[in-house]
């Protein structure tokens, strides 16, 4: 079982800036991918941005410039630095991890984000 704990939501004005952090429980993230989702209220959980064990990142088009994906394996940390957010981008974000040999799936409990004036 791997436990996966978000941090740094918040309340933020629009063109503002924010860094989500992710500590998993234990070392995975040499056979993990690792994954930032969101959940507006009224629509579906999307998929904002993942990185996989070698680093290689994918990103929603809406954040492409904007968001930034990092991983610190020592800490067993994931990031999502958030810059020139809109009001768009408030949700609720959750940290995922995904092991690509049989697709065993984790999630976060998830951190506000609101982008308003």
């Known amino acids: 079982q791997v436990q996966l704990v978000e941090s740094g939501g918040g309340l933020v004005q629009p063109g503002g800036s924010l860094r989500l952090s992710c500590a998993a429980s234990r070392s995975i993230f040499n056979i993990y991918i690792m994954g930032w989702y969101r959940q507006a209220p009224g629509k579906q959980r999307e998929l904002v941005a993942t990185?996989?064990?070698?680093?290689?990142?994918n990103y929603q088009d809406s954040v492409k410039g904007r968001f930034t994906i990092s991983r610190y394996n020592a800490k067993n940390t994931v990031y999502l630095q958030m810059n020139s957010l809109k009001p768009e981008d408030t949700a609720v974000y959750y940290c995922?991890?995904?092991?690509?040999?049989?697709?065993?799936?984790?999630w976060g409990q998830g951190t506000q984000v609101t982008v308003s004036s």
């Open positions: 990185i996989t064990s070698g680093f290689s990142t």
């Open positions: 995922n991890a995904k092991r690509p040999s049989d697709l065993t799936t984790y």
